[in-house]
């Protein structure tokens, strides 16, 4: 059994080689480009638009009303696609075989329950071929479009792996501030 000593002098041994050893396979100039891009890459993450909003669905203490098969439902107020809840999903999850997208717009829809607004992330469900039932085109409060990123006419199946449009859920992403 080895004492506290040899174990310290072991480690002390171990990590001098590795050092050495890294020392030699690697350069500075090659370690500081690796370092750098590192960085770079790591602080450019929280820039990319990925959806986090399935996990954020509130509609467990939410109110609702209407039918989540009708366009004239209170959460496509902005919503322009395929509704997944007649396709074989629901207001807030994709059908088997679709996967949502990372990457959604956003509306802003008064909830006649509470007469509350709510902030909704639309996520188009890619990966099979489009249903093509309940189609819905709503667009109310909208603007001219000068950002198209912003627009809901566009497909957003990008990260996913296929780019096939299926059908579009709703989510609440929560309470509309009044500023």
């Given amino acids: 059994m080895m004492g506290s000593q040899e174990i310290l002098r072991w480690l002390d041994d ?11 396979r690697s350069s500075r100039r090659h370690f500081m480009g690796r370092l750098g891009a590192l960085l770079v890459g790591a ?3 929280p820039l990319l638009p990925v ?13 609702e009303m209407g039918d989540p098969k009708s366009c004239d439902y209170w959460r496509y ?13 629901s207001v807030t999850t ?8 990372p990457i959604s717009w956003i509306g802003t829809c008064r ?8 902030l909704i992330s639309y996520n188009d469900c890619c990966g099979k071929a ?24 566009i ?15 709703a989510v609440v992403m929560g309470e509309a501030s009044a500023a």
Avoid at 14 to 24: D, E, H, I, V, Y
Avoid at 130 to 153: F, G, M, Q, T
């Fill in 14 to 24: 171990f990590t001098q080689k590795s050092s050495r050893g890294l020392a030699q």
């Fill in 43 to 45: 602080s450019a993450l």
């Fill in 51 to 63: 959806a986090r909003v399935f996990a954020a669905d509130q509609t467990d203490t939410l109110k």
């Fill in 77 to 89: 107020c902005a919503l322009g696609g395929t509704l997944c809840t007649c396709c074989g999903g």
């Fill in 94 to 101: 994709c059908p088997p075989g679709a996967e949502p997208s």
């Fill in 111 to 118: 909830n006649p329950a509470d007469g509350k607004d709510y």
């Fill in 130 to 153: 489009v249903c093509n039932r309940c189609y819905c085109h709503r667009s109310e409060r909208d603007l001219p479009v000068y950002a198209p990123s912003k627009a809901n006419d």
């Fill in 155 to 169: 497909l957003w199946c990008f990260g996913t792996q296929s780019h096939a449009y299926h059908c579009t859920v």
